[in-house]
C-alpha cells in the first residue's frame, strides 16, 4: 500500500510538472506584440504634427475633409524595424480628387524632400491591398487577385490591415483576405528601415489609424 501511494504520488508530481512545463513554453499568438502608438500624444514619431497630423479619440488623424492636400505626407516612426508582424485599423474617407492612403515599412526619408522612399502597402483609390514601391522603383510589386478587386472596400468604414515582412518574403492582408503573397528578388534593397502612415497629395482626404501593434520576428 506505501509502495502504490508512492508510485502515485511521484506520478502526480510528474504530471503537475509536465503541466507547468507546457504552459510556460506555450506561446500564444499576439502575445509577444507591442503597441506602436500609445493614444495620447506622438511619443516615439515624427511628421508634421502641426498642420497635418493629429490625435482625435486616441486615433492618428491625417488630412482634412475641408480643404486638398497638396503633397503627400507621412508620419513616420523614429525606430526601424526589419523583420515584423504589423497589425492596424485604418479609415479612409474624401470628398474629392485622389482618395488614397497606405502604410510605408522598410523605408527612408529623402533628404531634402516631403516624400518617404520603400515599400508601401496600399490603400485607396482602387489600390488596397497592393504592394508599392514609393519613389524607389515607383511602380506596384504585388496586386491583389481579381476575386478580391471586385470585393468592393468600402470608404468611411474601419478595415483591418497586417503587413508581414520576413527576410525577401512579404504579405499583406486586408479585412482578413490575403492580398499579397511577394518574394522579393532584387538584390541589396534595405532589409530594415522606418514605419510610416501616408496620406496621398492632390486630395480632399483624411485617413484615421487606431489599434497599431507589432511583432518583432527573428
Given at each position: ?49 502641426n ?7 486616441k ?12 503633397k ?22 474624401g ?6 492612403s ?10 531634402g ?6 515599400y ?13 514601391d ?51 528578388v ?33
Amino acid at each position: 500500500m506505501v509502495r502504490n501511494s508512492h508510485r502515485h504520488h511521484c506520478r502526480f508530481r510528474i504530471t503537475r510538472s509536465l503541466y507547468a512545463f507546457v504552459c510556460a513554453v506555450v506561446v500564444v499568438p499576439g502575445l509577444a506584440a507591442d503597441s506602436l502608438f500609445n493614444g495620447g500624444n506622438f511619443d516615439g514619431w515624427e511628421g508634421d504634427i502641426n498642420d497635418v497630423w493629429r490625435i482625435e479619440n486616441k486615433e492618428i488623424v491625417g488630412g482634412s475633409l475641408s480643404k486638398k492636400q497638396e503633397k503627400n505626407n507621412f508620419l513616420c516612426t523614429i525606430n526601424r524595424y526589419a523583420n515584423f508582424d504589423l497589425s492596424l485599423r485604418i479609415k479612409l474617407s474624401g470628398t474629392k480628387g485622389f482618395i488614397n492612403s497606405g502604410v510605408q515599412f522598410r523605408s527612408e526619408r529623402i533628404r531634402g524632400s516631403h516624400e518617404v522612399a520603400g515599400y508601401q502597402a496600399d490603400f485607396g483609390a482602387g489600390h488596397d491591398g497592393a504592394l508599392y514601391d514609393e519613389s524607389r522603383r515607383k511602380k506596384f510589386l504585388a496586386r491583389p487577385p481579381k476575386s478580391f478587386l471586385e470585393r468592393n472596400t468600402r470608404r468611411d468604414e474601419w478595415h483591418d490591415y497586417r503587413i508581414r515582412a520576413r527576410g525577401n518574403h512579404i504579405e499583406l492582408w486586408v479585412d482578413g483576405i490575403q492580398t499579397v503573397d511577394y518574394i522579393e528578388v532584387e538584390s541589396g534593397l534595405p532589409s530594415d528601415g522606418i514605419i510610416g502612415l501616408q496620406i496621398h497629395g492632390n486630395g480632399v482626404a483624411e485617413v484615421q489609424f487606431k489599434d497599431l501593434m507589432i511583432e518583432e520576428l527573428p
